[in-house]
């Protein structure tokens, strides 16, 4: 019998993860662009870290059969994984499709002959920092599976292998990001019920990592996934004033609200003196960005953040500038408090002056001031898009988006918020 190297790795409780800078994973595959260009830490000191446990190679076991794997190909110039279409990966799963493909590498939609089930394998580019980048998300994944028993919305790692000098993790499939649900319907808000529903499982799998004291630091829509695909249509009265035979006149609506949260490349467990950047552009907490250093409060912004933007269908700060993004927030949120702005790190100075933002003066044109003015406060952008529970829903969002870190709600305190007081989960 023909063999052929192939590290298989069972699951097993490594070593807690060691802090590292920012690193994204997950993407679907109508993202892949928005991900490229977003902005990420430095991996490369992941190298020279020790992140790797140093009982990691004890694991690794040879010897598996050749089985009908498919002919040994050249990665691409970038480190990437070439396959085929029905190739196996291992004898144990067959390629069925390509679901996403980001900086990590790309995920595949694969067959499991064991379980007989239909799988997501990321594989992860064959270069040393990624591979390495990959073997803490593992540690992170297994630490979190080790004390969820099914209910606190991680996304569950099912196994995970060294395959051709690829690490391979496999994660239950799951069906598409409340993003790309939000894109495929034209941008449209979901219903206020469902809105309610996806924020307090969501809370929930924060409260869960908060009190592993681990912090996700990468929330956002794109990293939060349906459990399942179904969904029905309804008549969109609000933003369609066409004939029912038009197909604009419905929009979709998920059958399930059931979620869970993935991407765990990020996830730190907290320690004193956080100073880099964390967060994908739009969910950042001012804290970061004015370098004040950053804890678990980082994640209840980002909820904030994503609870407005599945109300409206669009992000809250749409930016890719700091000093524009603080600018957003005072227009939406009131001026930022002076004890804060006193306290901005000499990076962030440049964005204060005389004890106040340095808006409109600092602006970098006339369409970034247009961009800022043309946003709503708070209670009248919910107020457009929502009636029922705009009170409730209002409150919640101002003890969420809070610019003091320390008064900001925790994850516990905002599930006992009378908007996520009565949940009815759809399955």
């Known amino acids: 019998m023909e063999l052929e190297h192939v590290t298989v790795i069972p699951i097993t409780h490594l070593d807690q993860p060691r802090k590292r800078a920012r690193f994204g ?3 679907p595959q109508a993202q892949v662009g928005i991900f490229c260009g977003q902005e990420v830490g430095n991996v490369a000191s992941y190298a020279s870290s020790g992140a790797i446990s140093d009982h990691t190679s004890s694991l690794f076991v040879k010897g598996v059969a050749r089985n009908g794997s498919p002919p040994w190909r050249e990665d691409d110039k970038d480190g990437h994984y070439m396959f085929a279409l029905g190739d196996n990966l291992t004898s144990r799963y067959k390629i069925h499709s390509k679901m996403g493909e980001g900086t990590f590498g790309q995920v595949l939609e694969c067959w499991d002959r064991e379980r007989k089930e239909m799988v997501a394998i990321k594989i992860v580019r064959g270069i040393k920092k990624y591979r390495e980048a990959a073997m803490i998300e593992i540690e992170v994944l297994q630490h979190l599976g080790k004390h969820d028993k099914g209910s606190n919305r991680c996304v569950q790692i099912r196994n995970w292998f060294d395959y051709r000098n690829h690490i391979c993790i496999v ?3 799951l069906g598409p990001s409340l993003y790309d649900f939000l894109r495929k319907n034209n941008y449209r808000s979901f219903p206020i019920d469902l809105v309610r529903e996806i924020g307090r499982q969501l809370l929930e799998c924060v409260a869960f990592m908060h009190d592993l004291h681990m912090i996700h630091t990468d929330l956002k829509p794109e ?4 459990v399942s695909s179904d969904y029905v249509k309804v008549p969109d009265y609000k933003n369609s004033s066409h004939s029912p035979k038009d197909i604009s006149y419905y929009k979709r609506v998920p059958k399930s609200s059931a979620i869970k949260v993935i991407d765990f490349g990020s996830t730190t467990y907290e320690r004193q003196d956080q100073n880099y950047i964390v967060s994908t552009r739009h969910y950042r907490a001012p804290e970061v960005i004015l370098g004040l250093g950053w804890s678990y409060p980082c994640d209840i912004w980002s909820v904030g953040c994503i609870l407005v933007e599945l109300c409206t269908g669009e992000a809250l700060f ?4 700091n000093l524009e993004h603080l600018a957003m927030m005072e227009r939406v949120l009131g001026p930022i408090p002076q004890h804060i702005l006193k306290r901005v790190d000499r990076h962030a ?3 204060v002056r005389r004890g106040r933002l340095d808006w409109p003066e600092g602006a970098a044109s006339r369409e970034s001031m247009k961009a800022v003015l043309k946003l709503p406060r708070l209670q009248n952008l919910v ?5 029922q529970s705009a009170g409730d829903l209002i409150h919640l969002l101002q003890g969420l988006l809070r610019y003091d870190p320390l008064d900001r709600l925790t994850a516990r305190e905002a599930l006992r918020h009378p908007f996520l007081a009565k949940v009815q989960h759809r399955r």
């Open 25 to 27: 994973w997950d993407v």
């Open 171 to 173: 994660f239950e499939k």
């Open 223 to 226: 990293n939060i996934l349906l």
């Open 318 to 321: 749409q930016t890719h500038e």
């Open 349 to 351: 100075g440049k964005y």
């Open 383 to 387: 107020m457009q898009h929502v009636d």
